[in-house]
């Protein structure tokens, strides 16, 4: 669509008569910025006109030139998604998420079975109401597994090992960094499992093995 030379109203008729689908038509209106004295689209239009239009699009190839995400993942997509097959994208996510391989069913899977029609893709759109028991599902997911160490099989083992962190701590001289018990980076958003296990085992860390400062964060009792 060549925005020269129109107005917005002009342009948001445009896209109710080529895009079949209100969903998308809906889409590129949100995308086309009407407001300013100058029409234009707010999001990089051209380069995804371009992108399109080679032999192997980047935005519609799932490849490991994405790089790569070595965390805990869940993959959840619509049934009956135009864009998106169970049966012909497993092995390219796992191009970019490797630690989804073997994890069908429980961490890759399909969601909204019974939806058809135009709107499959934007299964948290289903409305028929499926979309409490699609959040429902994620909630579950974050609570036990976003933020765990790829070591940990999920939260509830945090506290109770501990992990070797990578790189030289000055403070231990130990050669592969400092063991962190605590899991600094862990997220405890969802869960207090952490601080269960820390109460059951009276420490602040996990045995053996625990290099922390004496008394910086515990009592000298509390330090093995």
């Avoid at 959840?76 to 994890?103: D, K």
Wanted: glycine share 8%; with cysteine.
């Amino acid at each position: 669509m060549n925005l020269t030379g129109i107005d917005g109203s002009q342009a948001l008729r445009l896209i109710d008569q080529n895009i079949a689908c209100a969903k998308w038509a809906k889409i590129f209106k949100k995308n086309l910025d009407v407001d300013s004295s100058t029409l234009m689209w707010k999001n990089n239009m051209h380069a995804l006109y371009k992108n399109t239009k080679k032999f192997n699009p980047d935005t519609a190839l799932w490849s490991e030139s994405y790089g790569l995400w070595p965390g805990q993942t869940l993959a959840i997509f619509a049934a009956h998604s135009r864009w998106v097959y169970l049966s012909t994208n497993t092995l390219p996510f796992y191009n970019v998420f490797p630690r989804l391989e073997g994890q069908f069913p429980q961490m890759i899977n399909t969601h909204a079975e019974g939806l058809e029609g135009p709107m499959t893709h934007w299964m948290h759109e289903d409305p028929n109401g499926d979309s409490w028991r699609l959040s429902q599902r994620i909630w579950r997911w974050l609570r036990w597994h976003d933020g765990a160490n790829v070591l940990l099989a999920d939260k509830s083992e945090a506290g109770w090992y501990f992990l070797p962190d990578r790189g030289v701590d000055p403070n231990t001289g130990t050669k592969d960094g400092e063991y962190n018990p605590e899991h600094v980076h862990h997220n405890y958003l969802y869960t207090d499992e952490y601080e269960k296990s820390r109460e059951a085992r009276g420490k602040d860390g996990a045995n053996p093995g625990q290099f922390l400062p004496v008394g910086k964060f515990t009592p000298d009792d509390k330090q093995f």
